[in-house]
C-alpha cells in the first residue's frame, strides 16, 4: 500500500508547484492587466478633456475677441464722433456730436455689467449714464428700467471689486505701443513660451505624458488666443491716428471670490485706466458643461486663480476655470481583456490535465491493485485443484484405493476440479477478450423457449452437483417471444448466476433455485432466484466489479476470484440487454437478466 501512497505524494507535491506557478503568473497578469485596463482608462479620460478644453475654449473665443476688440473709449455712455479717436476722454464741449457708445444699447446675457475705473479709483460704467447724458440716453437709446438695473448691479460691483485689490491682478500696460502709434498694446496672460518650457521640463523628467501633451495642447489653444487678441487689438480698436501716449493690454480673466471678470490696464496721456465687464459665471458655466455633457456627463467647472503646472493641464486657456472631469463610465469592461482570456484558457486547460493526469493515475493504481489482487486469487484458486489433482493422481499411481468404488470417487473428483479449473479460465479468457474487443458477435434472432432449450440442460446438472433445486417457469408471452441474443454468451451469464447460487446459497436451509422468465414491453426479464444468505450490504458496491476478490477473501468465501458477475453483466450489455441485482429482496439474492425483444 505505500506505493500508491507514493504516487499520490508526488502526483499533489508537482500540481501544488504547478498550481503556485500558474498563481503567481496569473497575479503578475491581473496586475499587468489592470495597470493597462488604467492607463487605457486615463487614456481615454485625458483624450476627453482635451477635447472638451477645445470645445470650451472654442466657445468663449467669440467673447474674449468681442470684447478684445472695444474700443477704449466705448466705457463711457456717450463720445464726440468728431474727435475721430482723439482726444476721447477730454470733456464734451457744447455743440459736439455724440455717438452712444455700443455697451449702452447692447444687452448681452453672458454680461452683467460694464464698468470702467479711472486714475482716481472713481467707478463708472457705460450702462449708467448720469445728468444729462441719462435725459439724451432715456430719450432715444434705453429705458429707465434698463439703467436702473444697470445702476443695481453697479452698486453691488463696487461693494465686491476693490479697485486696488482688481488693479493689481491684472498685467501691467505696455510703456510703449506695440507697433502702431495710437493703437493698443497687447500682453498675453498666458504666454506660449512659458507653457513650452513647463513641457520641456515635464519631459526632462518623466517623458511625453497625459499631462505633458495636455500642457502642450493649452500652450496652443493660448497662443491662438494671444495672437488673435493681438489681430483684434492691431486692426479692430484703434486707428492709427496720432494721439498721443495710448497703450494697453488684452482683456484678462480676474476672478474676485466667486465674480469672475475681464478687465485690462489702459494707459491714456499718462493716466491708468481699468476697464472690463463683469461676466455671468452660472450662466457660462452651465452653457459650457452643456456643450461637453457628451464627452464628460459629470464635469464641473471650478475657478482656478492659482494653480500649479499639473493642474494647469485640465485648465481653459482663455479662463482662469479648472475643469473638473468627474466619473467616466467606462466604454469597454474589464473582462473583455485578452489577458483574462488567456487565463481562463489556461487555467481550464491545467485544471483539465490536472484531472486527467489524476484520473489516470487512480485508473492505473485501480488496474494494479486489482491485477495483483487477480494474480493473488487466481494463484489460490489453481493451487486448490493442482493440490486435488496431486493428491488423487498419487493415490490413484500408488494404488492406495483397492476397490472400485473408491476409484470412481477418486475420478469424480478429478474431473469436478478439472471442471472447476476449466470454468474459471473459460471466464477469465472471455473477459480477457471482452477487454481488448475481440469478442465476437454472434446473435441470434431466436425464440426464447428454443434459447432456453439449449442451455437448460448445463444449468441442470450444475444445480445437481451443487445439490439445489433448479425450478424454470416461463409464462405464455415471453415463451413466445422472439430476442436478439448469443446463445453461448446467454448460457454463460445463466450458468454463472447459477453457479453462484449453489456456491453461496447451498448453505441455506432452502436449497432452492428458482429461474423465472416474463415479458415486460420491449425486454424479456429473466429472475434467478435463490433462497440463501443473500448479499451483504458492504459488497453491493463491488459486486459487479471484476477481480475484486484477494487471496484472503477467496480464502475465506466461496471458490472464484470475483469475476462471474462482472463478466455476466459486460456479456448481457453487449446484446442490448443488462443484469442487475434486485436489492428489493430481502429472502436470498435476486438477479435479473433483460434482453431485447424483436
Known amino acids: 500500500m505505500r506505493r500508491p501512497w507514493h504516487v499520490a505524494l508526488v502526483f499533489f507535491i508537482c500540481l501544488a508547484v504547478v498550481l503556485v506557478a500558474m498563481g503567481w503568473v496569473s497575479v503578475t497578469a491581473l496586475q499587468l492587466n489592470q495597470r493597462e485596463v488604467a492607463a487605457r482608462q486615463q487614456a481615454d479620460l485625458e483624450e476627453r478633456v482635451r477635447l ?132 493698443l498694446s497687447v500682453s498675453a496672460p498666458f504666454q506660449p513660451e512659458e507653457g513650452e518650457r513647463r513641457l520641456s521640463e515635464q519631459q526632462d523628467s518623466s517623458g511625453i505624458g497625459q499631462k505633458a501633451r495636455s500642457l502642450a495642447e493649452r500652450a496652443g489653444r493660448a497662443q491662438q488666443y494671444w495672437q488673435q487678441a493681438q489681430e483684434l487689438t492691431q486692426s479692430n480698436v484703434m486707428i492709427a491716428l496720432p494721439s498721443g501716449d495710448i497703450s ?156 472400485e468404488e473408491a476409484r470412481r470417487r477418486y475420478l469424480q473428483t478429478l474431473s469436478n476440479e478439472a471442471g472447476r479449473l476449466q470454468h474459471l479460465v473459460e471466464n477469465v479468457l472471455a473477459y480477457a477478450r471482452l477487454e481488448r474487443g475481440r469478442s465476437r458477435a454472434s446473435a441470434q434472432r431466436l425464440r426464447f423457449d428454443h434459447l432456453l432449450d439449449r442451455v437448460r440442460e448445463p444449468l441442470q446438472q450444475r444445480a445437481e452437483h451443487g445439490r439445489m433445486d433448479l425450478a424454470v417457469e416461463i409464462d405464455d408471452a415471453a415463451r413466445v417471444a422472439h430476442v436478439c441474443a448469443d446463445p453461448s454468451a446467454f448460457e454463460r451469464i445463466l450458468f454463472n448466476l447459477v453457479d453462484n447460487a449453489c456456491k453461496y446459497a447451498a448453505s441455506g436451509e432452502k436449497r432452492a433455485l428458482r429461474i423465472a422468465a416474463t415479458r415486460a414491453g420491449k425486454q424479456l426479464v429473466v429472475r434467478v432466484r435463490d433462497r440463501g444468505p443473500g448479499v451483504a450490504a458492504a459488497d453491493l458496491s463491488r459486486l459487479f466489479r471484476p477481480f475484486h476478490k484477494s487471496a484472503r477473501d477467496a480464502a475465506h468465501s466461496a471458490p472464484g476470484v470475483g469475476l462471474g458477475l462482472a463478466l455476466s453483466q459486460r456479456l448481457a450489455r453487449a446484446m442490448g440487454g443488462d443484469l442487475y441485482l434486485d436489492e428489493s429482496v430481502r429472502d436470498g439474492a435476486c438477479f435479473v437478466v433483460t434482453l431485447p425483444v424483436v
Open 52 to 183: 472638451a478644453l477645445w470645445r470650451m475654449d472654442s466657445s468663449l473665443a467669440p467673447l474674449l475677441a468681442r470684447e478684445n476688440g472695444r474700443p477704449y473709449f466705448a466705457y463711457t455712455p456717450f463720445y464726440p464722433v468728431e474727435r475721430a479717436y482723439t482726444r476721447m476722454f477730454s470733456p464734451i464741449e457744447y455743440g459736439d456730436v455724440l455717438v452712444p457708445s455700443p455697451l449702452l444699447i447692447e444687452l448681452l446675457p453672458e454680461v452683467l455689467l460694464y464698468f470702467q475705473f479711472a486714475p482716481d479709483g472713481e467707478l463708472t460704467s457705460p450702462q449708467v449714464p448720469v445728468g444729462n447724458m441719462r435725459d439724451l440716453a432715456e430719450a432715444r437709446y434705453t429705458t429707465a428700467e434698463q439703467i436702473e438695473t444697470a445702476a443695481a448691479q453697479l452698486q453691488r460691483f463696487r461693494s465686491l471689486i476693490a479697485w486696488n485689490t482688481l488693479l493689481s491682478a491684472l498685467p501691467d500696460a505696455p510703456d510703449s505701443p506695440l507697433t502702431v502709434p495710437g493703437s
Open 248 to 403: 494697453g493690454s488684452v482683456m484678462t480673466p480676474v476672478w474676485s471670490g466667486d465674480v469672475l471678470l475681464l478687465a485690462r490696464r489702459v494707459r491714456v496721456d499718462g493716466g491708468e485706466y481699468v476697464q472690463g465687464c463683469w461676466l455671468d459665471w452660472p450662466a457660462i458655466r452651465q452653457d459650457l458643461l452643456a456643450r461637453i455633457a457628451d464627452l464628460l456627463p459629470e464635469a464641473d467647472l471650478q475657478p482656478a486663480p492659482s494653480t500649479g503646472a499639473d493642474e494647469e493641464s485640465r485648465q481653459l486657456a482663455a479662463c482662469p476655470v479648472q475643469l473638473v472631469p468627474g466619473e467616466v463610465r467606462p466604454a469597454t469592461s474589464k473582462l473583455d481583456s485578452p489577458i483574462l482570456l488567456s487565463l481562463a484558457v489556461a487555467w481550464a486547460c491545467v485544471l483539465l490535465a490536472a484531472v486527467a493526469v489524476g484520473v489516470l493515475l487512480v485508473g492505473t493504481l485501480s488496474l494494479s491493485e486489482r491485477r495483483g489482487a487477480f494474480v493473488s486469487a487466481v494463484t489460490h484458486e489453481l493451487r486448490t485443484p493442482l493440490t486435488a489433482f496431486r493428491l488423487y493422481t498419487d493415490m490413484l499411481t500408488d494404488q492406495a484405493a483397492d476397490d
